[in-house]
């Protein structure tokens, strides 16, 4: 209600015509968003000294979101100091159009750098990089051919190139993601609810900025509307962001695009096949016998297990796992370990009715107790407690 009132007060009432060149409203709104992206910046910054888990990635990630802010800082610092969308919609619309590219490429490459391998990363990093270097150069071109910031002839170039940007930093990452996300999904054995808020997140801001920003920067009075939206949106993505730094599962081995490893190579030598889209019934009676014994030595107690560690840790490689789960047992890594940790967890429960659900949740391999609570839910619709005294 609060936007469509905002809405309609900016755009659809002809009697406030006025609102949309005025100087102090622009002012507020553009002094809002300097200083909101300057405490998220900060947040990410002192977020660091609470957070001892994270991973390489993760910190590489946080650099790249950090500068993002500080790029939309500068931003809005020099708009303010020179009050340039204050005197002149078009040279407001091209410093946007020079600016907002260039945040949200660190903002994608701080998603892909995170849920990618590095070989993606690098590739899309230099993509990106080109993308945007060539608009600073047109950008460059326009202000020394026509003397003025406004580009004249060419802002539409500039403009052009601006939406074409913005619509490849928006698909480009949204493909990898939901690509990843079904690796991650499928092959990483720990809780990763921190992963799925964190991802539905990097969607609703990547679609938010790039298809309502191409429309708002050409258009004064739509930034009253979208400006608030979209400080509402990147504050929603930092929060999750920071929430998965303290919730990390470790998915680096998931990730990567590597599928064999040097050590331990006997096995791999033995399971090695002229055919390597299919799995053999040797094969899989080897791999039976090899997974076997690492349950049996306690490998699924490990909370940060993944097929990445289960690889090196047994010699197989990820293709042939992930051939035998697909292919033999119908399903996958992550819904064969979470078997057994739960038939584990019940021979616990039942047998050891001293044990808390924590101690429990850690003998299993559980990354939490919510964890354990969850899988006794889905698969019983009770909790530990409450099958142990049905069992009894």
């Not at 010699?315 to 078997?339: A, H």
């Not at 429960?349 to 006794?376: M, W």
Request: glycine share 6%; with cysteine.
């Amino acid at each position: 209600a609060f936007f469509y009132e905002l809405f309609y007060e900016l755009i659809l009432n002809p009697k406030l015509e006025y609102l949309y060149y005025d100087m102090e409203s622009l002012f507020t709104l553009q002094y809002t968003c300097l200083l909101v992206f300057a405490m998220l910046m900060l947040q990410l910054l002192v977020s660091r000294l609470y957070q001892n888990s994270t991973t390489p990635q993760y910190e590489k990630s946080r650099l790249l979101l950090a500068a993002t802010m500080l790029i939309l800082v500068v931003h809005y610092a020099l708009q303010i100091k020179f009050k340039l969308r204050a005197n002149d919609d078009n040279v407001g619309t091209v410093f946007n159009t020079l600016f907002y590219p260039i945040a949200n490429y660190f903002l994608a490459c701080s998603i892909i750098q995170l849920q990618s391998s590095r070989k993606t990363t690098r590739r899309y990093a230099i993509v990106g990089a080109l993308a945007c270097l060539s608009i600073v150069g047109v950008f460059a071109i326009g202000w020394y051919t026509s003397g003025n910031m406004a580009l004249d002839g060419m802002r539409g170039i500039i403009f052009a190139m601006f939406a074409l940007s913005m619509v490849y930093f928006m698909t480009s990452p949204t493909i990898i993601l939901r690509r990843t996300q079904h690796r991650i999904n499928n092959d990483t054995g720990g809780d990763i609810s921190t992963y799925d808020r964190y991802t539905k997140a990097s969607y609703l801001l990547l679609s938010m900025l790039s298809s309502t920003l191409i429309f708002a920067v050409t258009w004064r009075p739509a930034l009253y509307v979208v400006g608030p939206l979209m400080l509402f949106t990147v504050f929603l993505f930092v929060s999750s962001f920071v929430a998965l730094g303290f919730n990390m599962a470790p998915v680096e081995d998931v990730l990567t695009e590597d599928e064999t490893y040097g050590n331990a190579s006997d096995y791999y030598n033995e399971l090695a096949d002229d055919d390597p889209t299919t799995i053999s019934t040797g094969q899989i009676e080897k791999i039976s016998i090899i997974l076997g014994q690492w349950v049996a030595n306690g490998g699924f107690r490990d909370s940060s297990a993944n097929i990445g560690k289960l690889s090196q840790q047994t010699g197989i490689s990820r293709i042939r796992l992930s051939q035998y789960f697909d292919q033999y047992l119908n399903s996958t890594f992550r819904v064969w370990l979470s078997g057994i940790r739960f038939a584990e967890a019940q021979r616990l429960v039942k047998a050891h009715p001293e044990y808390n659900n924590d101690t429990i949740s850690i003998y299993c391999g559980f990354s939490s107790r919510s964890q354990l609570y969850k899988i006794f839910n889905d698969n019983t619709g009770m909790s530990p407690r409450e099958w142990r005294e049905m069992q009894s």
